[in-house]
């Protein structure tokens, strides 16, 4: 394919990169990211994917916008509330970038249906703010042996791992299976700093951007960690665990699992 | 405005050099004029020779310095002789890396 004056000038800043230039533009341009959740993280990176022109983004959320997103979920306006999340993120990315093709999705993902949604994605960039979600996506991903950025956020803090399957650790590695329902409050029990997600979400889209143009270190094996409050990010080493139930030497995790929902308020 | 031609090996006014492609970027300014060097460099091969004609002043010397920090080599840098119409310059690039 050859650029239209349109995208020279629209992608001149990545053209001129020499770790990018044409040929990484061009292969933006025929990449596909899927993303969970078009909330706090979701947002923020959809927005830069879609900016840097990321050809296909997926998007899935089941949830309607809301007054009480709009502090932090970018994509979204105030005439949206009451409108699906997935839709208002694909009326907002598309104007910003024509050359992005976006996939809403709005059914929640389960055990049943996540396979089949994210198979032809390149990378998938979990933005979700619940555990059964979560590990639904990291198994799947595992199982697929898909990329997968993962990020999440709480009051000031937020961490960012890249998971490659088969070359690094998962999530479950890290945790191996969810904390009991109740034991960890959401983000409505426990307020976010609206901010917050829009620094972890770009983190996670900068990760999602290496991957596909093949640049850069990741965070394979790594948590960055992030405090907004103190201003400091650290990161921790994370390990392969042999004994993993899913991406172990012997796992047990064949299929996937639907884990009980731990709140009924979706965000 | 910017148009490119095929050239068949036609020797040029000075140093002899025969450019296997020219780009005409009259009419462009900076960073455009590194950006479409750039992106008709990706597009030939290792040893081949790029021509470009710009009439953007910085570009003489924006262009070839961005397009050595890239590995390529500039061959030659001269200002043509229009007659009539603005002074317009042509920079000849081999290609030397891919």
């Known amino acids: ?185 959401s983000c409505q029990e426990a307020g976010v700093l609206g901010v917050l997600p829009g620094v972890i979400g770009v983190i996670q889209a900068t990760e999602v951007i290496k991957l596909l143009l093949g640049k850069g270190q990741l965070l394979k094996g790594q948590l960055l960690l992030y405090n907004a409050f103190t201003m400091e990010f650290k990161k921790v080493k994370i390990r392969w665990n042999p004994q993993c139930p899913v991406c172990g030497e012997n796992p047990t995790i064949k299929e996937l699992v639907d884990y009980q929902e731990f709140c009924q308020v979706h965000f | 405005m910017s148009s490119i031609t095929k050239k068949a090996s036609s020797p040029s006014a000075s140093g002899g050099l025969s450019p296997n492609k020219t780009i005409n970027l009259k009419g462009e300014v900076c960073p455009y004029t590194f950006v479409k060097t750039k992106l008709a460099l990706e597009e030939m091969s290792v040893g081949e020779v790029l021509e470009v004609i710009v009439d953007h002043e910085p570009a003489v010397e924006n262009v070839p310095r961005s397009i050595q920090n890239e590995g390529q080599k500039v061959l030659a840098v001269e200002k043509l002789n229009d007659t009539g119409g603005a002074t317009t310059w042509r920079l000849v690039i081999k290609k030397e890396k891919d």
């Open chain 1, 1 to 185: 394919m050859d650029f239209s004056e349109e995208q020279i000038k629209r992608y001149s800043r990545h053209i001129i990169l020499p770790e990018v230039g044409g040929r990484g533009q061009k292969k933006l341009l025929k990449s596909k990211v899927f993303l969970v959740g078009a909330g706090g993280l979701g947002c923020p990176a959809a927005y830069y994917l879609a900016a840097a022109g990321v050809g296909k983004l997926g998007i899935a959320d089941g949830d309607d916008v809301d007054h009480s997103n709009l502090q932090r979920q970018i994509l979204h306006s105030t005439k949206d509330v009451g409108y699906p999340k997935a839709l208002s993120a694909k009326a907002t990315l598309e104007a910003l970038n024509p050359d992005v093709e976006v996939v809403p999705f709005m059914h929640r993902l389960n055990s049943e249906n996540i396979m089949d949604i994210i198979k032809d994605y390149d990378v998938i960039l979990d933005g979700s703010d619940n555990f059964p979600t979560r590990y639904l996506v990291n198994d799947a991903c595992v199982l697929l042996k898909k990329p997968l950025s993962h990020g999440s956020i709480f009051r000031f803090e937020g961490q960012v791992t890249t998971i490659l399957p088969g070359e690094g650790p998962c999530y479950r590695c890290l945790f191996e299976s969810p904390p009991p329902p109740g034991m960890v409050p």
